[in-house]
T-cell receptor
């Protein structure tokens, strides 16, 4: 089993739709979780950190489910500009190193 | 403005030549990282450094070398021993175990 797994997609959704992605992780001791957005041929950019209580930033909501070991990202009222690849990143606490684990990403295409 | 800079943005080299990619940050972060990304693939860790004068191999360190003589700088050398060096190279930094911030990347093409 991969340390961090994501559905590669693509998720094709109409403008204005709500879409959700999940990301599962294997290390139950993981403490830090992040969602990044990566546009084609660009660097990843931090979208949001994921806290135990969940967090919301405008149209974006991130949730953490420790019992089932997954994090989720919900995008409401999708815009054409949301089209990108969304990367799930986990920091496995207790590893003794600063080694972040990246998922391979989920592609989102928002259609007009 | 605080951030991470990588240069050059595009780099072309002949096979058999070593090439050094620059990465500088002014975020005062202790940790720095180098990743490689191939088309349609995820990020793979090459090397990382948690403090000055110390660095560790990542998952694909063969054919690469790094140095960390200053907190702000973490250059990556792609040596002729790297079998498939053509890729998108990303540098990142972080404070402790908090979020990483990435530079704009260098696209290396070796022919």
């Amino acid at each position: 089993r991969k340390e961090v797994e994501q559905d590669p997609g693509p998720f094709n959704v109409p403008e204005g739709a709500t879409v959700a992605f999940n990301c599962t992780y294997s290390n139950s001791a993981s403490q830090s979780f992040f969602w990044y957005r990566q546009d084609c041929r660009k660097e990843p950019k931090l979208l949001m950190s994921v806290y135990s209580s969940g967090n919301e930033d405008g149209r974006f909501t991130a949730q953490l489910n420790r019992a089932s070991q997954y994090i989720s990202l919900l995008i409401r009222d999708s815009k054409l500009s949301d089209s990108a690849t969304y990367l799930c990143v986990v920091f496995p606490q207790g590893s003794g190193t600063y080694k972040y684990i990246f998922g391979t990403g989920t592609r989102l295409k928002v259609l007009a | 403005d605080g951030g991470i800079t990588q240069s050059p943005k595009y780099l072309f080299r002949k096979e058999g030549q070593n090439v050094t990619l620059s990465c500088e940050q002014n975020l005062n972060h202790d940790a720095m990282y180098w990743y490689r990304q191939d088309p349609g693939q995820g990020l793979r860790l090459i090397y990382y450094s948690q403090i000055v004068n110390d660095f560790q191999k990542g998952d694909i360190a063969e054919g690469y070398s790094v140095s960390r003589e200053k907190k702000e700088s973490f250059p990556l050398t792609v040596t002729s021993a790297q079998k498939n060096p053509t890729a998108f190279y990303l540098c990142a930094s972080s404070r402790d175990t908090y979020e990483q911030y990435f530079g704009p990347g260098t696209r290396l093409t070796v022919t």
